[in-house]
C-alpha cells in the first residue's frame, strides 16, 4: 500500500512538472502563427497579436495573449473592429501531438467592439476574403467560370457562386464556444443619426456544428435598461442555404420577456411563428421598443401566431392584455405590392376605462366599462403614411363610466363632487374616416345630467390638421354647443351658441355667486370663437340678457387673472334688474293729500314716508374677479321709467374698480355727459359721479325719475356727489357733494298760486289741494344744493313768471324721502290793465301785491303745499286790508255778502279734519246757520292748528263786528 500512495505522489508530482514545465518548451510562435492562421482561415478576420503570449496546459490547452486586435476587409487601410486587453484561445490537445494547432475556443475579456455599416452597405467586420477551397481571385475570374448559354444561366451561375461562397464560409466555421466577457459594443450605421451603445456585454456563444445547434446566451446593458438574451438556431447551414430551421429566441429585461418560437427559412422567405410577450411593465416594453409611455398601465401580456411570405403576412389569434384591458382580433398584410396594404379587426369586450386612461397618459382615478369592435384598413410605408391611410368601421362604447381628479372643486367654491364625472355613458359609431364620427352619450356632474351628442372628421385630427367638429351640450341648467374646426394642439375656431334660463343661479352653482337679485335671469350668446392657448376671442357675437340684446367683438385672456376686452353695441340696455327697485324709489304717489301738523309747518307731517330705498345688501365682490375695458353704444337704456335715447361709453375694470365715462347721453330731448366710478374693492363700497345735463324735458324726467311730477319746462342740471355703503338706503344716505338745476319756461302742475289768492277761499287757510288742470307758469326757476349725508339744502330757490315771483329755501330729505321747503311768492291780483313796463338799470324788483309765505312740506310723492299762518299774522291789520282789496270767497262769507255753497261747506269739513288731524271739531254748516257762536269757531281754528289764543279772535272777530 505504501508502495502504491508512494507512486501515485511521484505520478502527481510528475504531471505537474509537466504542466509547469512543458509550456516552456513548447514552440510558442509557430503556435501563435497557426492559430492566427486558423482564425484568417475559418473567419476570414485578421488578428494582431502584439503583447505577450503564454501557454498553458490547465485547466485546458490554451493560447493566452494580451494586447490583441481583429480587423476584417478594412483591415488593410489598419482599422480594426475589436480589439481587447486578452484573448485566451483553446486549443486541441492533439496539436501538441501531431503538430498542428486546431482551434476550439476564443475568449474575449474587456473587448471594445465597433461594428460599421457605410453608406456603401459595406461593413467593418466583413470577411477579408472569400473562403473556399480555391484562391478567392481565381474563383473570382470571368476566365474560370463556365460559360453561360444565355442570360439566365448566367445570373444563375452568378447566384451559385455566391451561395456556394456563403456555404464554403459557413462550412469553415466550427469553434466550440465564442465568450466575450465585460465588452462594450458600438453600432452605427450611416442611415441614423445616433449610434447604439451597448455595454457591461457577456457574451457564450456555441456552435461546434453549424449543422447543429447553435446556442446563445447574452446578457448587456443597452440605453441604461439590463437585457438578457438567449436561444438556439437548429442548423445554420440549412437556413442560410433556404432550409425551413426551428428557431427559439427569449428576450428579458428583469420580468419583462419576449418570446419567439417556430420555424423560419431563407430562400424564399417564410415563418411559422408564435410570439409570446409578457411582464409587470407596458413602460419598460416600450421602451425596449425606443418609445416612451407618460404613464405605465402595469402588467402586459401579448399572444400571436404569425406566418408569413415575402407577399403576406398573417397574425391570427392575437390575445393583448394591457392591465385589464384584454384586447383580441386578427390582421393581415399584403406585401406584393409597392406600397403594403394591411386590414384586420380589433375586439375589446368589459376594458376598463382606468386602463384606456392611463394609456393615453391620464392616470386618472376612474372606473367603468369599454368596448370596441373595429375593422381597420389602411395602406403605407412608415408610421406617418399608415396613420394617413388608416380607415375604420365600427363601434366603441363606454357604460357605467365614472373619472375624478379632474381638479375643479377650486373654480367652483370647493365642491368635491366637481372633482368627477359620474354615470358616464357614450356612443361612437365610425362609417369610415371619410364619413364624420358621430357621438351620442350622457353624464352627471354636481348633480346635474347633461346629454352629449357630436360629430367630428376623426381623419383628420389623426393627420394632425384641423378638422370640422360639432358639439352640443344640454343640461337643465344650460346648453351649449360648438361648430367649426379643431385641431389635436388645442387650437378651436367656430360657432359657439350658450343659452340658459338663470344665469345667476347658474353662476352661483359654478362657484362665481354674484349675490341676490332679480336679473341676470335668461342669457342667450352665438358667435364666432376661436381659442388659441390661453386667448379666447369672439367676433360677431349676438346676445340677449334679461331684456338686453346686442352684439359684441372682443378677446378674454386666461392666462393668469381673466382680462376681457370687448367692444359691445346694444339694440337696448335695460337696467331693472340689475339696480334693484324703481328708479323713482318711493313707489306710486298716493291718491289723496294726506298728513297733517301745525299751520306754520313747524311740526313733521304725521304722513311722511320713513324710507322707500332698499335695505337688500348690494354684493359689488365680483368686480374684483375680472379686469375689464369696454366700449358701449346703445340705442336705448331704460331704468324703470327712465328712458335714455343713443349713449356711448367706455367702462374700465380694474381690480375691482369700475369706471363709466359716459361720452355721449342723450335723454328727454337734452344731452350730456358724465362719469361715474364704483370702487368695489373697498371694505365698504364707494362710489362717486359726476354729470351734466342740459336741455332736458322736467316733466317726464322727473316723474320717470322720482314720480315727481309737479314741475315742467327745459332743464339743466349738474350733480357732483360721492358715497359710500353697501345698500341702496346706505348709498344714499352717505350722498355728499352738489348739485344746481335750473328750469326755463316751464310751470308748477296743480297749483295756480295767483288765481288761488285772488280767490282766496277756506282751503287757502287749511292747506292749498292739487287741482290737475291748474299750474303757475314761470320763465325760470332754478337753486343750487350743499349735499350732506343725503340731505340737499338750498337757500337760493328763485322762480320768475308773469304773474308771480318767489324766492325760497328748504331742504329735501332723500334718505326719508320728503321736502322741508319755505317760499314766498308775489303776485298781482289782477291782470286787467297791465302791460309789461320795462325797468331802468339797477331798479328794484317791485311788485305789487299780496305776498303769501307758502310751506310745502311732507313727503316728495304727496307734499303739503299751504300758506304760512304765522307769516300772514305777523302783521294782521295789513294782511286783512290786503285781503279785502283782493276779495274772494272766503272775505265775502266773513262779511255777510254771500252765502256757502254746499260744495264748499262739504270740502271745508274735510280740509279741517284732514289739516287738523281730527283735534277740533268744526261744523263749518252749524257755524254759517249761527248754530255756534263765532268765537267758538274761532278758537276751535286756533285749538285745531295750535294758534297762539285769540289770534283770530283779533282779528277777524273785530273786523266781522265792524
Do not use: C
Not at 122 to 138: F, H, K, N, Y
Not at 858 to 881: T, V
Request: proline letters at 5%; a negative charge.
Amino acid at each position: 500500500m505504501r508502495r502504491l500512495l508512494i507512486g501515485l505522489g511521484s505520478l502527481v508530482i510528475m504531471l505537474i512538472t509537466a504542466i509547469l514545465v512543458v509550456p516552456l518548451f513548447l514552440p510558442k510562435d509557430e503556435i501563435k502563427r497557426q492559430v492566427v492562421e486558423q482564425v484568417d482561415q475559418r473567419l476570414g478576420w485578421r488578428v494582431r497579436l502584439d503583447g505577450p503570449v503564454s501557454l498553458s496546459l490547465f485547466p485546458g490547452f490554451k493560447l493566452v495573449a494580451d494586447d490583441i486586435g481583429v480587423s476584417g476587409e478594412a483591415g488593410a487601410d489598419g482599422i480594426e473592429f475589436a480589439s481587447a486587453e486578452r484573448i485566451e484561445f483553446g486549443l486541441a490537445w492533439a496539436g501538441l501531438i501531431s503538430g498542428n494547432i486546431q482551434v476550439t475556443g476564443v475568449t474575449l475579456e474587456n473587448p471594445d467592439i465597433y461594428l460599421e455599416v457605410g453608406p456603401d452597405g459595406a461593413t467593418s467586420w466583413e470577411p477579408r476574403r472569400a473562403l473556399g477551397s480555391q484562391d478567392p481571385v481565381a474563383a473570382a475570374s470571368p476566365e474560370n467560370r463556365p460559360a453561360a448559354t444565355n442570360p439566365d444561366q448566367a445570373q444563375g451561375n452568378d447566384a451559385g457562386a455566391t451561395a456556394g461562397t456563403s456555404a464554403g464560409y459557413l462550412k469553415s466555421i466550427g469553434v466550440d464556444q465564442l465568450e466575450i466577457v465585460g465588452g462594450t459594443l458600438t453600432y452605427k450605421d450611416a442611415a441614423s443619426e445616433e449610434p447604439i451603445r451597448i455595454s457591461d456585454l457577456n457574451l457564450t456563444v456555441q456552435a461546434p456544428d453549424l449543422s447543429g445547434s447553435v446556442d446563445l446566451a447574452s446578457d448587456f446593458t443597452i440605453q441604461d435598461i439590463p437585457l438578457t438574451v438567449s436561444g438556439s438556431l437548429t442548423n445554420p447551414l440549412g437556413f442560410a442555404s433556404g432550409d425551413q430551421v426551428p428557431v427559439d429566441l427569449s428576450v428579458s429585461s428583469g420580468e419583462n420577456t419576449l418570446s419567439v418560437s417556430g420555424e423560419t427559412g431563407l430562400e424564399p422567405t417564410r415563418a411559422d411563428l408564435t410570439l409570446a410577450a409578457s411582464g409587470p411593465s407596458l413602460a419598460a416594453l416600450a421602451t425596449l421598443a425606443g418609445q416612451t409611455l407618460n404613464t405605465d398601465p402595469g402588467a402586459f401580456g401579448l399572444d400571436a401566431k404569425i406566418s408569413g411570405t415575402e407577399a403576406a403576412i398573417s397574425v391570427a389569434d392575437l390575445h393583448l392584455t394591457l392591465g385589464e384591458l384584454s384586447l383580441g382580433g386578427a390582421a393581415d398584410a399584403d406585401l406584393s405590392g409597392l406600397i403594403p396594404e394591411i386590414s384586420g379587426r380589433l375586439v375589446l369586450k368589459d376594458g376598463s376605462i382606468a386602463n384606456l386612461l392611463q394609456l393615453a397618459g391620464q392616470p386618472l382615478p376612474a372606473s367603468g366599462k369599454l368596448g370596441l369592435d373595429l375593422a381597420f384598413e389602411t395602406v403605407g410605408l412608415t408610421g406617418d403614411e399608415l396613420v394617413a391611410g388608416l380607415d375604420l368601421n365600427g363601434s366603441i362604447s363606454i357604460s357605467d363610466g365614472e373619472i375624478g381628479g379632474l381638479n375643479l372643486a377650486s373654480a367652483v367654491g370647493g365642491d368635491p363632487d366637481a372633482d368627477r364625472l359620474t354615470n358616464l355613458s357614450m356612443d361612437i359609431d365610425l362609417q369610415g374616416l371619410e364619413n364624420p364620427i358621430a357621438l351620442s352619450g350622457a353624464l352627471t356632474w354636481r348633480g346635474e345630467g347633461f346629454s352629449l351628442t357630436g360629430q367630428a372628421d376623426t381623419g383628420k385630427l389623426l393627420a394632425g390638421a384641423a378638422a370640422p367638429v360639432s358639439v352640443t351640450v344640454k343640461g337643465n341648467r344650460l346648453s351649449a354647443g360648438f361648430d367649426g374646426r379643431a385641431s389635436r394642439s388645442g387650437a378651436v375656431d367656430g360657432a359657439v351658441r350658450v343659452e340658459t334660463a338663470d344665469l345667476r343661479g347658474l353662476m352661483a352653482w359654478m362657484g362665481q355667486s354674484i349675490g341676490a337679485g332679480d336679473g341676470l335671469k335668461t342669457f342667450k350668446a352665438s358667435g364666432i370663437f376661436g381659442v388659441t392657448g390661453d386667448s379666447i376671442s369672439f367676433e360677431e357675437t349676438r346676445f340677449t340678457l334679461d331684456s338686453t340684446s346686442g352684439e359684441a367683438n372682443g378677446k378674454i385672456d386666461l392666462a393668469g387673472k381673466p382680462k376681457v376686452t370687448a367692444r359691445l353695441a346694444l339694440r337696448e340696455l335695460v337696467l331693472d334688474p340689475y339696480l334693484g327697485g324703481s328708479a323713482s324709489g318711493g313707489g306710486n304717489r298716493a291718491s289723496g293729500s294726506g298728513g297733517n301738523g301745525s299751520a306754520n309747518g313747524a311740526a313733521k307731517p304725521a304722513g311722511a314716508s320713513t324710507s322707500g330705498w332698499s335695505t337688500t345688501p348690494i354684493d359689488f365682490s365680483g368686480l374684483k374677479a375680472v379686469d375689464v375695458d369696454f366700449k358701449v353704444t346703445t340705442n336705448e337704456i331704460r331704468w324703470d321709467k327712465i328712458k335714455i335715447d343713443q349713449s356711448a361709453l367706455s367702462t374700465t375694470i380694474k381690480n375691482g374698480v369700475l369706471t363709466a365715462n359716459l361720452e355721449k347721453l342723450a335723454l328727454y330731448n337734452g344731452a350730456g355727459s358724465g362719469t361715474v366710478t364704483l370702487n368695489g374693492a373697498s371694505a365698504t363700497p364707494e362710489l362717486s359721479a359726476r354729470f351734466s345735463l342740459a336741455g332736458l324735458d322736467s316733466y317726464p324726467l322727473l316723474r320717470d325719475a322720482a314720480d315727481f311730477g309737479w314741475i315742467e319746462g327745459k332743464a339743466a342740471i349738474n350733480l357732483d356727489v360721492k358715497s359710500k355703503g353697501g345698500s341702496e338706503q346706505l348709498l344714499v344716505k352717505g350722498l355728499n357733494g352738489t348739485a344746481d338745476y335750473e328750469f326755463v319756461d316751464g310751470a308748477i302742475r296743480g297749483l295756480n298760486i295767483p288765481k288761488m289768492l285772488r280767490g282766496l277761499s277756506v282751503e287757502t287757510l287749511l292747506g292749498w289741494q292739487e287741482n290737475p288742470s291748474e299750474k303757475t307758469d314761470f320763465s325760470s326757476l332754478s337753486a343750487t344744493f350743499q349735499i350732506d349725508n343725503g340731505i340737499a339744502r338750498t337757500d337760493d330757490l328763485s322762480l320768475t313768471g308773469p304773474l308771480i315771483r318767489m324766492t325760497g329755501k328748504g331742504t329735501t330729505d332723500m334718505p326719508q324721502q320728503s321736502l322741508a321747503w319755505r317760499v314766498e311768492p308775489r303776485i298781482v291780483a289782477s291782470l286787467e290793465g297791465q302791460a309789461p313796463q320795462p325797468r331802468r338799470k339797477g331798479e328794484g324788483k317791485k311788485m305789487a301785491g299780496l305776498g303769501v309765505p307758502i310751506v310745502v312740506d311732507g313727503s316728495w310723492n304727496d307734499p303739503r303745499i299751504y300758506p304760512d299762518i304765522a307769516g300772514i299774522l305777523q302783521n294782521p291789520e295789513a294782511a286783512y286790508k290786503q285781503l279785502q282789496q283782493t276779495g274772494g270767497e272766503l272775505i265775502s262769507i266773513l262779511q255777510g255778502n254771500k252765502e256757502p255753497s254746499q260744495e264748499l261747506v262739504d270740502q271745508a269739513n274735510k280740509v279741517i279734519e284732514r289739516a287738523t288731524g281730527g283735534q277740533t271739531q268744526i261744523d263749518v254748516q252749524k257755524v254759517i246757520d249761527g248754530e255756534v257762536d263765532d268765537e267758538e269757531v274761532l278758537k276751535a281754528v286756533e285749538e285745531g292748528f295750535g294758534l297762539p289764543s285769540g289770534l283770530l279772535g283779533n282779528v277777524f272777530g273785530n273786523k266781522k263786528k265792524n
